[in-house]
């Protein structure tokens, strides 16, 4: 990879599209550096020679940079054309999130471009982890720029404050630079190599069991469906496929995100990934009713894992707060899963006789009637078909088609959402329970807290997220990124494919 | 027979085949002895076959995918497959045991593994055959493996080699309950255990037929087959991966490559044609509305149709609309210049009829409205020939679909006839097409005829594969194809086909 590699972040010229735009020039009659023992092959001699010579012009034009290999790419701390800085910003809390000037302090001031960039870099030298990796901006005026890379935070950092997006997304790692996709020769020299094995829930997929809230708001009570789900999914990538950097972030309004950081999962091709997904994976079908939770037993010993943790859920989530059976028409739906119709009769009749009972009654109904005789199958099943009820209702549903894919692209974490203007945020596992999704600052409340900050400034300069709110969820980030980090400098440099000999 | 040596340099002696000259070393010629009646497929056939062979019995292995391909389509269970494919097995590619004692044994299962890997050279070339390929011929492997002899099964098992830890007893029963839940055995039955990245087994992860602890997928002993099965799978995976990177020099053999081309065009669903990287045109700068008009003289004639109706009428109708919205989209127009394109094009229309009735179902075409799945999927994919040629017909003061189809063939020629071509044998052969509806026959004349010159030029000084001519079969790969031939030597290398990279 001499080129992007040669590249120090010190030396970058300042606008990045003129880098693009040389690039191009320079790299067209060169393809694929990556393949370049398979293409250089293939090509005929003239060009061949051709190609070195173009390869030494790049090296001889980057090389001299090597030198200067400081790392100051990311760091917060505000470069001269900055510094003139508070222009005290004048932000009340009736400002609208979107507005150009919020968004500009919020790049300026508070998002952790240098975590960001250790987190997706993998280590603190810039390599191209980082710049190789795909962002998708979404402007203000709602376009969308696919195939951005930066080969450094600061790049990155610059393209935000000047683009403002009103969020960005993050994809794989690519073979080439994403920037230079156009300029190759062999369509498939650009492809994705890499990218976290990544999860959404979103409460969409629980509008048909969720009573207290509809649509795009959310509570406390139905934020619960959100907790249970990290629960389960995160102890099953723990303990079951052994992963270690799982970093769960609050999407900004209505659910989360998970990104699995370790190596052995950023290389996991589709199908690896699918496989990943169907074993999460347990309701089928949609909302037209009917029975939605068909597994084998004896449950698989991460459904039975799964349902110990979901059954306590179960009875304050469900039954008490949201209460889902209360309706006579939802409450037929209860019926549809029971097995036993004698069962089913009995229960309805007693239902009739009592409108409007709430689901915990109704619950316990369940085994009560079945007792005093009203069962004509056995227990056992009784129980089970009770267990796949709890499982319909619990467990997490995930919107499985992220997942499956190398190369879809999830929003990046510190992002403002556009419509709460609430940063999204990390969650910490440890502590999931007491994750308020509504306390989670606003970009406005932020930028508020810094003008209100009166600390003394040492002669350390104090980070602007220091003296606000965000604190604890970037020192939170800081610390998963710094784990993550430890670990990827163990691990042993990946192999490069051998472009020997081979048949066929 | 055909050999990659990367260390080779002159091009004449790759990618060689031919049956009545001997140009390889007797050793590399041995014929292989097959042992087994499964096959790994790990080592390439060496010996020679004639061109008749290597067409036979490509096509041969060829229906006995496409039916399977057929019977997963129909959802016909494994059981019901394997009924249905033993005639077509039979007929086509049979191959039986060691225990049958038949003569032809041995050149039953020289058929089937040359076969095998003639196909494999020829779906390798996009990642969406070399997925389908993969896909089917694991299906094959399994029926097999299913019906093959016991003993047989054992012995090729054991041949592979394959690296299966053996659980031990103090970590069977430290995972007893587990193991239990899994096997779905009684207390008392025993059974042995394999242990292997989970990667290995994907298909028995996402089936929770096995128990996953840190990483390893504990696989009961009668799993086997999946385990088989799914090492089949990657290492085919692997292998097309590395013949499509060595591609490109098969085209040297120019009487391998039709067939090649062939193969893999019967085999091409109806939209897969369509490649998002035909948005990526060397050269091309990025598309504005204004340019639209310009350029429309390299669409082909169903987009310059709804191109001339709309700049006639200042409008069009819904499905006109979709149809070149997305092979505007396709062609890679952004989406606030294809807002800016129809606002313009539609003059008629005041600014708040537009925003209210028209610009949302650009947008949502563009994915950037919509539900979560049309967002995630950046829209609707541009329409393939087959798309267009399966539609309903387009209804009074509707312009949508394929003119050769939808046209009378007087209004067609006539309208040709205004684009520019005159040929008088060409309009010929062009009606003929369309009589015998064989439509985009007719469209790739066309085609032909007016990048004639460009066509000879790049097939002679070899700057184009026979692939990156091959037939069109959709209309943005029509837009891309014209636009590079008439801009070649201004710096655009021409890549034609590629690799879908986006979804
Ligand atoms: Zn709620």
């Given at each position: 990879m001499p080129l992007s590699m040669s590249r120090s972040p010190g030396a970058t010229p300042v606008d990045d599209s003129s880098r693009t735009i040389s690039q191009v020039s320079t790299l067209k009659s060169e393809p694929d550096t990556q393949s370049q023992d398979l293409s250089m092959a293939d090509a005929p001699a003239s060009s061949d020679e051709e190609a070195a010579k173009t390869k030494v012009n790049l090296e001889d034009l980057f090389d001299d940079e090597d030198s200067d290999n400081e790392f100051p790419s990311s760091a917060p701390q505000i470069k001269s054309e900055e510094a003139s800085q508070p222009i005290p910003l004048k932000i009340t809390s009736k400002s609208a999130y979107s507005d150009p000037e919020i968004m500009r302090a919020f790049y300026q001031r508070l998002?952790?471009?240098?975590?960001?960039?250790?987190?997706?870099?993998?280590?603190?030298?810039?390599?191209?982890?980082?710049?190789?990796?795909?962002?998708?901006?979404?402007?203000?005026?709602?376009?969308?720029?696919?195939?951005?890379?930066?080969?450094?935070?600061?790049?990155?950092?610059?393209?935000?404050?000047?683009?403002?997006?009103?969020?960005?997304?993050?994809?794989?790692?690519?073979?080439?630079?994403?920037?230079?996709?156009?300029?190759?020769?062999?369509?498939?020299?650009?492809?994705?190599?890499?990218?976290?094995?990544?999860?959404?829930?979103?409460?969409?997929?629980?509008?048909?069991?969720?009573?207290?809230?509809?649509?795009?708001?959310?509570?406390?009570?139905?934020?619960?469906?959100?907790?249970?789900?990290?629960?389960?999914?995160?102890?099953?990538?723990?303990?079951?496929?052994g992963f270690k950097h799982i970093l769960w972030v609050y999407s900004g309004r209505r659910g989360a995100h998970a990104w699995v950081c370790d190596k052995r999962a950023r290389e996991l091709d589709d199908s690896r990934r699918r496989s990943i997904a169907g074993y999460l994976e347990l309701l089928k079908g949609g909302d037209q009713g009917g029975k939605r939770v068909n597994v084998r037993r004896p449950l698989h010993p991460h459904l039975d894992r799964s349902l110990d943790i979901l059954k306590e859920h179960f009875q304050t989530t469900i039954l008490r707060e949201q209460d889902p059976w209360a309706e006579d028409a939802k409450a037929a739906h209860l019926l549809n899963l029971l097995p036993d119709k004698t069962l089913r009769d009995a229960l309805q009749k007693k239902w009739d006789s009592a409108p409007e009972r709430p689901s915990a009654a109704k619950w316990a109904d369940i085994d009560a009637v079945a007792k005093s005789g009203s069962l004509s199958k056995s227990s056992r099943d009784l129980l089970e078909a009770k267990q796949d009820i709890v499982l319909e209702y619990t467990y997490p549903r995930l919107d499985a088609?992220?997942?499956?894919?190398?190369?879809?692209?999830?929003?990046?974490?510190?992002?403002?959402?556009?419509?709460?203007?609430?940063?999204?945020?990390?969650?910490?596992?440890?502590?999931?329970?007491?994750?308020?999704?509504?306390?989670?600052?606003?970009?406005?409340?932020?930028?508020?807290?810094?003008?209100?900050?009166?600390?003394?400034?040492?002669?350390?300069?104090?980070?602007?997220?220091?003296?606000?709110?965000?604190?604890?969820?970037?020192?939170?980030?800081?610390?998963?990124?710094?784990?993550?980090?430890?670990?990827?400098?163990?691990?042993?440099?990946?192999?490069?494919?051998?472009?020997?000999?081979?048949?066929? | 027979m055909i050999r990659h040596d990367y260390s080779r340099v002159e091009p004449k002696r790759r990618a060689y085949i031919d049956p009545k000259k001997k140009q390889f070393a007797k050793v590399e010629f041995q014929q292989q002895e097959y042992k087994h009646r499964l096959n790994y497929y790990v080592l390439p056939p060496t010996a020679e076959i004639t061109l008749e062979e290597f067409e036979t019995w490509a096509i041969n292995r060829l229906k006995v995918l496409s039916e399977l391909e057929a019977c997963s389509f129909r959802n016909r269970s494994p059981e019901e497959t394997a009924e249905y494919m033993k005639s077509i097995l039979d007929k086509y590619l049979p191959l039986r045991s060691n225990s049958s004692r038949s003569r032809d044994l041995q050149e039953e299962r020289r058929k089937d593994h040359y076969s095998h890997f003639i196909l494999r050279l020829a779906f390798s070339s996009t990642e969406d055959l070399r997925r389908r390929f993969s896909r089917l011929e694991t299906m094959l492997f399994r029926l097999r493996f299913k019906e093959d002899d016991l003993r047989e099964r054992q012995d090729f098992v054991s041949s592979l080699n394959l690296e299966w830890e053996e659980v031990g007893d103090d970590e069977k029963r430290e995972l007893k309950e587990a193991l239990a839940a899994v096997s779905g055995l009684k207390k008392g039955e025993e059974q042995g255990w394999f242990k292997v990245d989970f990667e290995r087994v994907p298909e028995l992860v996402e089936q929770r037929k096995v128990v996953l602890k840190r990483g390893k997928a504990y696989v009961p002993q009668r799993e086997q087959m999946s385990l088989v099965v799914a090492e089949f799978t990657k290492r085919l995976d692997d292998a097309l991966e590395l013949t499509a990177r060595a591609l490109p020099r098969l085209d040297e053999d120019d009487r391998l490559a039709p067939i090649l081309a062939h193969l893999s065009q019967s085999f091409m669903a109806p939209d897969a044609a369509y490649s998002s990287s035909d948005a990526n045109i060397d050269g091309l700068s990025t598309i504005t509305a204004p340019a639209i008009d310009n350029l429309s003289q390299h669409f082909p004639l169903c987009m310059q149709n709804l191109h001339q109706t709309l700049r006639r009428d200042s409008h069009l109708k819904h499905f006109g609309r979709l149809q070149y919205t997305l092979f505007l989209k396709g062609i890679g127009l952004s989406l606030e210049e294809c807002i800016v394109f129809w606002r313009r094009s539609f003059k008629l229309i005041q600014d708040d009829k537009f925003n209210k009735e028209y610009r949302y179902n650009i947008r949502h075409s563009y994915g950037d409205v919509g539900g979560d799945a049309n967002r995630r999927g950046r829209g609707y994919t541009p329409y393939s020939c087959q798309k267009l040629l399966t539609e309903p017909l387009p209804g009074p003061g509707q312009a949508h679909g394929c003119p050769y189809r939808t046209f009378e063939p007087d209004n067609l020629i006539a309208m040709l006839q205004r684009t520019g071509v005159s040929d008088r044998d060409l309009l010929k052969g062009v009606r003929e097409d369309v009589g015998k509806q064989r439509y985009h026959v007719a469209c790739n004349r066309v085609f032909e005829h007016s990048h004639k010159k460009e066509m000879k030029k790049v097939k002679d000084d070899g700057t184009w594969s026979a692939a990156d001519l091959d037939t069109i079969v959709h209309p943005n790969t029509y837009f891309k194809r014209s636009w590079l031939l008439k801009h070649l030597g201004e710096g655009n290398a021409g890549v034609v086909n590629g690799d879908k990279m986006e979804e």
């Open positions: 998002f952790p471009f240098r975590h960001l960039f250790q987190w997706l870099n993998h280590s603190p030298t810039p390599s191209n982890d980082f710049a190789h990796r795909e962002f998708a901006f979404t402007l203000p005026n709602d376009a969308y720029l696919r195939y951005q890379s930066f080969p450094t935070a600061d790049l990155l950092r610059k393209q935000c404050i000047a683009q403002l997006p009103s969020r960005f997304e993050i994809g794989p790692v690519y073979s080439t630079n994403p920037r230079d996709r156009k300029t190759l020769r062999k369509a498939s020299a650009f492809r994705p190599l890499s990218k976290e094995l990544v999860f959404d829930i979103d409460m969409t997929d629980y509008d048909d069991i969720r009573t207290c809230c509809t649509g795009a708001s959310i509570c406390e009570k139905c934020w619960s469906f959100i907790t249970m789900a990290i629960k389960v999914i995160d102890v099953a990538l723990r303990d079951d496929l088609e992220v997942s499956k894919k190398l190369n879809h692209l999830l929003k990046s974490p510190f992002v403002v959402h556009p419509g709460t203007g609430r940063v999204c945020v990390p969650i910490d596992t440890r502590r999931v329970e007491e994750f308020d999704p509504l306390g989670v600052p606003t970009v406005t409340q932020l930028l508020q807290e810094i003008d209100e900050w009166r600390g003394e400034e040492g002669e350390k300069k104090v980070p602007d997220w220091d003296k606000t709110s965000l604190k604890p969820y970037v020192d939170f980030f800081r610390g998963f990124v710094a784990s993550l980090l430890r670990d990827e400098k163990g691990a042993v440099k990946r192999e490069r494919e051998d472009g020997d000999a081979m048949e066929f | -």
